[in-house]
């Protein structure tokens, strides 16, 4: 009962959170962020938590400027990892490979995980709300199948996009891109 209890309490949090990303992402200014420099303090912080795996971080040396929500895009990261965790093996690298692509000005960082990957006829449903094909041996509720929606939705409230794909040597890879506000070297 516990069990059930809990998974409903997060998924109705889930389903809250959803609900009011919209609203909140139109009702507010964006903010000049690094996102270089925002994705190097969360790996570091991250790296706490996640000793089992190996965070890596690759980026240009220059800032990344982009703009909107810190607390949002942290949150997306926060669901791409978790996602990739929960797919890859302990011990596995997670790599967040941040570029930027100049025409147009975007910024594009690629979250690659050693797991299983994505069922080629799955890369647009694992977007969809609800929708948890979780690996095998994972116990049944431990996620709502909102998290990579919602992500979606928060990247698409920032004008970028969000996608998936499946690595060439296995794993899968989640690019998120968001327009660039300057380029600066």
């Given at each position: 009962?516990?069990?059930?209890?809990?998974?409903l309490?997060?998924?109705?949090?889930?389903?809250?959170?959803a609900?009011?990303?919209?609203t909140?992402?139109?009702?507010?200014?964006?903010?000049?962020?690094?996102?270089?420099?925002?994705l190097d303090?969360?790996?570091?912080?991250?790296?706490?938590?996640?000793?089992d795996?190996?965070l890596?971080?690759?980026?240009?040396?220059?800032?990344?400027?982009?703009?909107?929500?810190?607390?949002?895009?942290?949150q997306?990261?926060?669901?791409?990892?978790?996602?990739?965790?929960s797919?890859?093996?302990?011990?596995a690298?997670?790599?967040?490979?941040?570029?930027?692509?100049?025409s147009?000005?975007?910024?594009?960082?690629?979250?690659?995980?050693?797991g299983?990957?994505?069922p080629?006829?799955?890369?647009?449903?694992?977007?969809?709300?609800?929708?948890?094909?979780?690996?095998?041996?994972?116990?049944?509720?431990?996620?709502?199948?909102?998290?990579?929606s919602i992500?979606?939705?928060i990247?698409?409230?920032?004008?970028?996009?969000?996608?998936a794909s499946?690595?060439?040597?296995?794993?899968?890879?989640?690019?998120?891109?968001?327009?660039?506000?300057?380029?600066?070297?």
């Open positions: 009962i516990l069990q059930d209890v809990s998974r309490d997060r998924l109705i949090t889930d389903i809250s959170q609900s009011r990303v919209d909140e992402i139109i009702g507010q200014d964006g903010e000049q962020i690094d996102f270089a420099a925002l303090n969360f790996i570091q912080l991250r790296r706490q938590s996640y000793v795996y190996k890596v971080l690759v980026k240009p040396e220059k800032r990344v400027m982009v703009a909107g929500q810190d607390g949002r895009i942290v997306v990261l926060d669901n791409l990892l978790s996602n990739a965790v797919f890859s093996p302990k011990g690298e997670i790599i967040f490979d941040l570029s930027i692509k100049t147009p000005g975007k910024a594009v960082l690629e979250i690659l995980d050693e299983p990957g994505i080629e006829n799955r890369m647009e449903t694992v977007f969809q709300r609800f929708y948890s094909e979780r690996p095998k041996g994972e116990s049944f509720g431990d996620h709502s199948g909102l998290g990579l992500a979606k939705q990247i698409e409230g920032h004008d970028g996009s969000l996608t499946n690595r060439d040597t296995g794993g899968a890879c989640f690019t998120l891109t968001l327009p660039l506000i300057e380029i600066v070297t």
